[in-house]
């Protein structure tokens, strides 16, 4: 009977530790998910009715005008943290959130080509004619299709860790369980919380990188920028199911005639450095800037993409 009541006894004291575990998870789960969601509310993004619909951005600087366009999971705040520190003074930054994101709305049966006229739209609404176009990751599929489509719109085509046509190494979870996913906050908060390894994978970090404090501090900020998910569901499906293949369906990458530069580190697991080469040798006008290492965000190679990217725009709107 002793040795049955000590028994219970260290059952219920792990119990009750248990227990203790889980509330101050969900405590904490709940403040943190809360102050995402405040700094949306924070922040000095607008939305504006468009010929397109409503659109959201924000803008920082003041200058020639750069038009973000975010990656998976993003939105005008990724837009804004991914552009940091690779623009002078002499350039405004305009972020849009895509379809689907934060406050822009998923119109029914929406295309990429909706998408890149949306981008013109909100240039008209802001009466800029023409813009340098930064986009990265999943963003790239709609900035090619936006060069196609209102070439006279962009004077300098920017494609950071695009994506590209050719062939993609990771592979898609069933469309069921990616949308029951990205519908839940808790699931990417304990990811980003609890499960930094897996969650560096799918921001694109190689497995053998050696993340360093200041390289942890980077993808930590950009992980910042994918909660609160929820409201940003939406887009990330369309991306992952319809926008990221497009690229794939026969763009006319060949009439392309705007200059472009592609910066694409070779050993990104996400954006293929092979596609980002063969990309370069198709459009007449392209510098390709191999990175040797630092995957999907290019880490440790802020300085020479900031310079390649200002003297390549130094030479280009100058002319």
């Known amino acids: 009977m002793k040795s ?7 059952i219920f004291a792990i119990s009750i530790m248990i227990l203790i575990l889980i509330i101050q ?8 998910i809360r102050d995402s969601y405040n700094a949306l ?15 959201e951005y924000a803008s920082i600087g003041k200058g020639y005008p750069v038009l973000v366009i975010h990656g998976i999971f993003g939105g005008f705040d990724q837009g804004l ?53 930064f986009a990265t990751s999943a963003g790239g599929t709609s900035a090619i299709q936006f060069a196609l489509r209102h070439p006279e719109r962009i004077s300098a085509l ?28 808790f699931i990417f908060w304990a990811l980003t919380t609890y499960f930094r390894s897996s969650m560096n994978s799918i921001m694109g970090v190689p497995d053998d990188f050696e993340l360093t404090p200041e390289f942890e501090n980077v993808v930590a900020s950009v992980m910042k920028t994918v909660l609160p998910v929820k409201p940003r569901a939406d887009g990330a499906i369309f991306d992952m199911y319809i926008s990221n293949a497009e690229i794939n369906t026969g763009y006319q990458i060949e009439d392309i005639r705007i200059p472009t530069l592609i910066i694409n580190a070779k050993d990104d ?13 198709k459009i007449s006008d392209a510098k390709l800037i191999s990175i040797p290492n630092g995957g999907h965000m290019t880490l440790g190679n802020e300085e020479i993409i900031r310079s390649e990217i200002e003297a390549f725009l130094t030479r280009t709107l100058d002319n």
């Open 25 to 32: 998870v969900v405590f904490r789960f709940r403040k943190e």
């Open 41 to 55: 509310d924070d922040s000095e993004s607008r939305i504006v009715n468009t010929d397109c619909g409503l659109i």
């Open 269 to 281: 697991p996400l954006t293929l450095y092979k596609n980002a080469k063969a990309l370069s040798e």
């Open 4 to 10: 049955l009541s000590t028994g219970k006894i260290i």
């Open 81 to 133: 943290v991914t552009a940091d520190n690779k623009f002078g003074d002499q350039y405004s930054i305009i972020s849009p959130s895509r379809f689907g994101y934060l406050g822009t709305p998923m119109p029914d049966n929406p295309t990429v080509e909706d998408q890149a006229d949306a981008f013109a739209c909100l240039l008209d609404e802001l009466d800029i004619k023409e813009t340098v176009i």
């Open 158 to 185: 920017i494609l950071n860790s695009s994506n590209t046509p050719g062939e993609v190494e990771a592979g898609l979870p069933p469309k069921p369980v990616a949308k029951f996913a990205f519908q839940s906050d």
